[in-house]
């Protein structure tokens, strides 16, 4: 058994490695989920269904980005060796797409157990952006989702710890982190959301559709630093779903303020 073999491996046992980047991944997922069963259950639902469902969203959420990054780098990463498809440890999970399929399997999972789409949404989605903030050290580790390249004195004087900086050079340059940034700005949209929108918020809804606008926002922004964006043809994919989700985010708000179902519980 060994840690810390390398800057990406958190443990190697044998033959089996885990990786820095599936340590960050479930450490947010847990973060996640135990901030959803204390909403649950300080709104009197069940706290059980939950161990179910996570489990299920991590595992489809997981898939779903994969086949999002693949679908837009197979001829650059994997046509030469389709079989790599599989190897996630090395990276290459686009979190779009694990939304897409994380929502869906949500609406069919909540609808089954009689549960508002919408309540649920507001108790769950405000900590996905802890687990998009971890995650995102996962890309640190593996040193990937950088941005374009800067001075280190540019780094210096944003008074980063050097291990950070240190680890911005890369092929020869230093990099924006922006790992860094958009871990920031989900943690910044979580307290928003969390410490000022739910305590306004009148209609149920509004913390679910508030993440979409927050984190279309700060994905929009941080993505236009980014060297290694998936493209479609000339437009930055990334960018391109960030918009929607900014317009969904603000006619979602606008349409439960209008037509959507007051809150009984003001604690929600």
């Given at each position: 058994m060994t840690f810390f073999e390398d800057f990406s491996t958190f443990l190697t046992i044998g033959p089996f490695t885990i990786t820095w980047y599936a340590v960050c991944?479930?450490?947010?997922?847990?973060?996640?989920?135990?901030?959803?069963?204390?909403?649950?259950?300080?709104?009197?639902?069940?706290?059980?269904?939950?161990?179910?469902?996570?489990?299920?969203?991590?595992?489809l959420g997981i898939i779903g980005a994969r086949i999002w990054y693949v679908i837009f780098t197979f001829d650059e990463f994997y046509a030469a060796d389709p079989l790599e498809v599989f190897a996630i440890w090395h990276g290459g999970l686009a979190i779009q797409g694990g939304i897409f399929v994380g929502l869906i399997y949500s609406y069919y999972f909540f609808k089954k157990h009689d549960i508002p789409f919408l309540v649920a949404g507001d108790y769950i989605m405000p900590g996905v952006l802890i687990a998009q903030a971890c995650g995102r050290w996962g890309n640190f580790f593996n040193h990937e989702a950088y941005g374009s390249e800067v001075s280190l004195e540019f780094l210096q004087n944003l008074h980063l710890p050097d291990f950070i900086i240190n680890n911005m050079y890369i092929q020869g340059a230093y990099h924006h982190p922006t790992f860094l940034y958009e871990s920031?700005?989900?943690?910044?949209?979580?307290?928003?959301?969390?410490?000022?929108?739910?305590?306004?918020?009148?209609?149920?809804?509004?913390?679910?559709?508030?993440?979409?606008?927050?984190?279309?926002?700060?994905?929009?922004?941080?993505?236009?630093?980014?060297?290694?964006?998936?493209?479609?043809?000339?437009?930055?994919?990334?960018?391109?779903?960030?918009?929607?989700?900014?317009?969904?985010?603000?006619?979602?708000?606008?349409?439960?303020?209008?037509?959507?179902?007051?809150?009984?519980?003001?604690?929600?």
């Open positions: 991944i479930l450490v947010g997922a847990c973060i996640a989920y135990f901030l959803a069963r204390y909403r649950f259950q300080q709104n009197g639902y069940r706290t059980d269904i939950l161990s179910d469902y996570f489990i299920n969203l991590l595992l920031l700005g989900n943690i910044l949209c979580f307290l928003i959301i969390i410490l000022i929108i739910r305590r306004l918020q009148k209609h149920q809804g509004v913390q679910f559709f508030s993440y979409f606008l927050g984190y279309g926002i700060v994905r929009f922004f941080v993505e236009s630093l980014r060297t290694d964006s998936l493209m479609f043809g000339f437009i930055k994919v990334a960018q391109l779903v960030s918009i929607v989700f900014i317009i969904v985010g603000i006619a979602g708000i606008v349409y439960v303020h209008i037509y959507g179902q007051k809150i009984k519980n003001q604690d929600s």
